[in-house]
């Protein structure tokens, strides 16, 4: 990317960077941390070279993992599990994983050829909300 003036790499964080979301993970939220902090300094010793660098923060996400998370916080009930995350989402309810995807599309897109060093935070307003949920 250096050597063709031009790029774009798009990280991965979460929300539990931003705020803590009720579960004691501490190695976890501080690795998100630092990627968005590793994001912003990059980007900025990049920035002249063409290369862009982002990171995309989603939320609470359905994914095939809410089976596995069920077990471990919710006894196995995997409806109940989805229903409490839905109603932590001011929006009302978790994104799915295209949401997710179509910023990272997007920041690496020409579309965002002047974004370098933000973090895009998808998460239907969590963040936002004064309590965790």
Excluded: W
Excluded at 115 to 125: A, E, F, P, R
């Amino acid at each position: 990317m250096e050597a063709q003036k031009s790029g774009a790499v798009v990280n991965l964080g979460s929300i539990a960077a931003l705020r803590y979301i009720g579960k004691p993970q501490i190695a976890y939220n501080t690795t998100k941390a630092g990627i968005i902090q590793f994001t912003k300094a990059t980007a900025l010793i990049y920035a002249k070279k063409g290369v862009r660098l982002n990171t995309v923060i989603p939320g609470l996400i359905h994914t095939p993992l809410i089976g596995s998370l069920a077990e471990k916080y919710n006894n196995g009930d995997v409806e109940g599990l989805i229903k409490k995350r839905d109603s932590s989402v001011p929006m009302g309810k978790m994104g799915e994983s295209h949401d997710t995807a179509y910023c990272i599309v997007f920041l690496a897109s020409q579309c965002a050829r002047h974004i370098t060093g933000q973090k895009l935070v998808v998460d239907g307003g969590i963040v936002g909300n004064a309590a965790p949920g």
